[in-house]
């Protein structure tokens, strides 16, 4: 199985200023996905951007982009413009080739207007 | 987007009782579907696999004659926890990957809050 680490438990950043939170992780697999999700206070888990590991280009979608180390197993995701909306618990997940997926301990994410 | 719901969105028991709980895919069939347990201020931690007609997969620790798990259809799993004790008090969260997307994305249900008194 996979293990994902996310040693950021809270992180602050002033309202339009980018920041980053950082993921390791380690796998056996050759095969698999990273993911980040955001966790608002509903609970409700909102996939923010994937990474598929056969991919050396970095993923972006708008303002989120990640860092995609492959051989450091590292998946670091920058907010970009960070908005109000963006305060929230952010999740690092690794999901292998049984579709299970693993979750780092979350990093808490404060935006200061 | 493809839809999960769960149901109750939130439940409390006394102690010793059994409670269900359900999670369809709304708009999609679902081979697997996996259940988490989050603790207060803590990550997502996969409990089992359900797999529809089959039994489930349990992860290390988690004692499968507390928390069955039946996949009745290929829209609905179900996870009940009997015997409950307020140590079981937690949210507990279904997903279902979507066959056919090309990374089979997962899709979140909306959580359960379970109280047990």
């Known amino acids: 199985a996979q293990t994902v680490t996310q040693s950021q438990p809270e992180m602050s950043v002033q309202e339009a200023e980018t920041v980053t939170l950082s993921c390791t992780y380690d796998t056996s697999e050759s095969d698999y996905y990273l993911f980040w999700y955001k966790q608002p206070p509903s609970r409700q888990m909102i996939l923010v951007i994937r990474q598929e590991a056969y991919k050396q280009q970095n993923a972006t979608e708008n303002r989120f982009s990640v860092n995609f180390q492959k051989a450091a197993k590292s998946f670091s995701l920058k907010i970009s413009d960070s908005q109000l909306g963006d305060a929230a618990m952010y999740f690092c997940?690794?999901?292998?080739?049984?579709?299970?997926?693993?979750f780092g301990a979350g990093t808490r994410l404060t935006v200061k207007p | 987007g493809a839809v999960v719901s769960q149901h109750p969105s939130r439940v409390i028991c006394k102690s010793g009782t059994s409670v269900k709980i359900e999670c369809r895919s709304l708009?999609?069939?679902?081979?697997?579907m996996f259940w988490y347990r989050q603790f207060p201020k803590q990550s997502l931690m996969l409990m089992a696999t359900s797999n529809e007609g089959s039994k489930a997969t349990y992860e290390q620790g988690v004692e499968k004659d507390k928390f069955l798990i039946n996949h009745a259809s290929l829209t609905l799993s179900t996870l009940t926890v009997t015997s409950a004790h307020p140590e079981d008090s937690s949210f507990y969260i279904c997903?279902?990957?979507?066959?056919?997307?090309?990374?089979?994305?997962?899709?979140f249900g909306p959580g359960t809050r379970l109280t047990v008194l």
């Open positions: 708009d999609f069939q679902a081979t697997t």
């Open positions: 997903s279902a990957p979507k066959p056919g997307l090309a990374d089979n994305e997962q899709f």
């Open positions: 997940a690794c999901r292998g080739n049984n579709n299970d997926m693993r």
